[in-house]
């Protein structure tokens, strides 16, 4: 996904995204799928620099439709982080997830902002525009438990730690990556959106890391872990 500074055209890239998807029938048995994942900013990128952030609550209009795709699929909806707005008045760098049964929750709040000052440059204030997530959250898909992460929190063992600890399936990571030029025209950008998760365990081995690109978690690769 090649996240826009419009809203609306990433709403629609998303919800054509999850329409594509097999209608879950009952009489089959389990879900084709049970997760399909957004990345970070999925709903609004900020292209350009100062300009304002566009913000969410769980009460806007379009969260219906999300519901009831979720169900009409029988999977949960992650969306990898949007500005979500708190009752403190402030923004938190969250992970959004919609599950057929619970309806549109908060997930996880980004924790380590990007801030950062190099010598001869201007600093970079990602704490400008959002407020710090407090603690780890987990996400549970089936019989998987996944421990989640945003882009900059990658660089803090801390959080990892609690995640091995805690003998997580997955340690997931949302991320972005920068279009080569904003002016490249939006369907022909590079993708600047990459959700990865490292597996704790691959076909009963001994435990270890490995890194792949998540696609939606099917019977399939859960069979496989």
């Avoid at 399909?36 to 100062?50: A, H, T, V, W």
């Avoid at 609690?162 to 022909?188: H, L």
Wanted: glycine share 6%; net charge neutral.
């Amino acid at each position: 996904m090649n996240s826009a500074d419009k809203v609306e055209v990433n709403l629609d890239f998303i919800l054509k995204a999850i329409r594509s998807l097999p209608d879950y029938k009952p009489a089959s048995g389990e879900a084709p799928f049970q997760l399909i994942c957004f990345p970070e900013n999925s709903l609004f990128m900020r292209i350009k620099e100062g300009s304002a952030v566009e913000s969410f609550d769980l009460t806007e209009s379009f969260w219906p439709e999300f519901i009831s795709l979720a169900r009409q699929k029988n999977l949960v909806i992650h969306l990898g982080s949007i500005a979500v707005k708190t009752a403190d008045g402030h923004n938190t760098n969250s992970s959004v997830i919609v599950h057929p049964a619970e309806g549109v929750t908060a997930g996880y709040a980004k924790i380590h902002l990007f801030d950062i000052e190099l010598e001869g440059q201007k600093p970079i204030r990602e704490s400008d525009a959002f407020k710090h997530g407090e603690k780890e959250q987990f996400l549970h898909i089936g019989d998987w438990v996944l421990g989640q992460s945003i882009c900059y929190d990658i660089r803090f063992s801390e959080l990892y730690q609690k995640y091995a600890e805690a003998q997580v399936d997955a340690r997931w990571v949302d991320g972005k990556r920068p279009a080569q030029s904003p002016s490249i025209p939006y369907g022909d950008r590079p993708p600047w959106a990459s959700l990865f998760a490292a597996a704790r365990r691959w076909a009963g081995g001994p435990p270890h890391s490995w890194w792949r690109s998540v696609r939606p978690l099917t019977p399939r690769s859960r069979q496989q872990r």
